[in-house]
């Protein structure tokens, strides 16, 4: 069974940072483009930044300049390192492939607040 791993979440002041990882598995990860997504209270899961197999990188216009996606192929691990985190990045935080699989993993909850 497909299992994505995500974790490092946590809560941090506004203007802090956090270094989200996710594992998955061998077999979708070396084929496909891989993203962050997140999902605020309320509101609809949103993609955040992708990463292709070349890893060229993309992101969302409200998180540039601040977040950077980044992926191990040899480990199988996509990495998030978010900088500058303001109360809106509240969310909980998953990764997938892109365009996204059916399969999510629990995701990790990322609190930005003072």
């Known amino acids: 069974q497909v299992q994505l791993v995500e974790s490092g979440g946590g809560l941090v002041q506004p203007g802090g940072s956090l270094r989200l990882s996710c594992a998955a598995p061998?077999?979708?990860?070396?084929?496909?483009?891989m993203g962050w997504y997140r999902q605020a209270p309320g509101k609809q899961r949103e993609l955040v930044a992708i990463?292709?197999?070349?890893?060229?990188?993309n992101y969302v216009n409200s998180v540039k300049g601040r977040f950077t996606i980044s992926r191990d192929n040899a480990e199988n691990m996509v990495y998030l390192q978010m900088d500058s985190l303001k109360p809106e990045d509240t969310a909980v935080y998953y990764c997938n492939t892109y365009p996204s699989s059916l399969i999510w993993g629990q995701g990790t909850q990322v609190t930005v607040s003072s």
């Open positions: 990463i292709p197999i070349d890893g060229s990188t």
């Open positions: 061998g077999s979708i990860f070396s084929v496909n483009a």
